[in-house]
């Protein structure tokens, strides 16, 4: 670490602080935020948070139990065509997707290895787990959906998981996951607690961005990235002040982004410009090397 701080070409003079000179708590009024909310008064800090008012409250939602039970025995019926029997016997839905517990049921075959079923020495053995995973097409024509997936078996149950869109999808607010025990837990140790959304119970997922040294957001376009992005932010900003959290934001597509351009956690302006993402995180490794040697 001494050999890299030491290196000028690394860490130009022209870098003396923890960040680039243009980083600064000064931005001119036209940077400021637009938009006025109420705050809350963050201890130890001379800063007021934003109040949770800010944000949507979450409506009561529920899914029907006809359109699930249903559902249910449509899976059953389409596996049943195929010679795999399987029960539905759990059901949970999420506020996007809803998980149908399957247990494997018995077949009629010939030979040992099974329990007889009393009629002319047949024999009954379990459906194997592999038979419910190749029918997965099957499945999607049955239910009419492009998309399902099959969790063989469910963690910590006897149970083969079939996950399909809920038939009448719910919005899953921001405030709603924020206002989760497990949230307060983090945010109340003092954490980075980011909140990711709901699982397929409807539990809101959340996590401690200081446990994670790494963190890496993909998927296909249109599955939800940038609302992921936008939710850890939002998390960050309405739990800490900014005496207390500092960002650099790049976005060479001045997209998604550059709508936070205002807000006082930002050291300095998005970045658009991909010549100057070099110097900042010159100026970032600074600060961290600076962080490691105290």
Request: net charge neutral; hydrophobic share 35%; aromatic share 4%.
């Amino acid at each position: 670490f001494d050999e890299l701080l030491d290196d000028s070409e690394s860490f130009p003079d022209e870098h003396p602080g923890a960040l680039p000179k243009w980083a600064s708590d000064e931005r001119p009024k036209s940077d400021r935020s637009r938009v006025e909310v109420s705050g809350v008064k963050k201890a130890g800090s001379k800063w007021s948070i934003p109040s949770m008012d800010s944000l949507t409250p979450a409506t009561p939602r529920e899914q029907s139990e006809g359109p699930l039970q249903e559902m249910a025995r449509q899976v059953e019926v389409a596996l049943a065509e195929h010679g795999v029997m399987v029960e539905v016997k759990d059901i949970k839905a999420g506020p996007r997707i809803v998980r149908f517990g399957l247990v494997p049921g018995w077949t009629n075959r010939r030979g040992d290895g099974g329990k007889e079923d009393g009629s002319q020495g047949k024999m009954e053995s379990r459906v194997k787990v592999q038979s419910i995973l190749t029918r997965e097409k099957d499945l999607a024509l049955a239910l009419k959906t492009p998309y399902l997936r099959i969790e063989a078996p469910v963690p910590g149950e006897a149970l083969v998981g079939l996950e399909v869109p809920a038939p009448t999808p719910n919005k899953v607010h921001l405030r709603e996951v924020m206002e989760s025990p497990d949230f307060r837990k983090i945010s109340g140790k003092g954490g980075l607690p980011v909140a990711l959304g709901q699982d397929t119970g409807g539990t809101s997922v959340v996590t401690d961005l200081a446990g994670l040294p790494h963190l890496l957001i993909a998927g296909a376009t249109g599955s939800g990235k940038s609302v992921c992005l936008n939710s850890v932010v939002a998390s960050l900003i309405l739990t800490k002040p900014p005496d207390q959290l500092r960002m650099v934001m790049v976005d060479p597509k001045r997209v998604e982004l550059t709508p936070f351009n205002g807000i006082p956690h930002l050291a300095i302006p998005v970045i658009v410009d991909v010549d100057e993402v070099k110097s900042a995180l010159r100026g970032m490794m600074r600060e961290m090397f600076r962080r490691y040697k105290r």
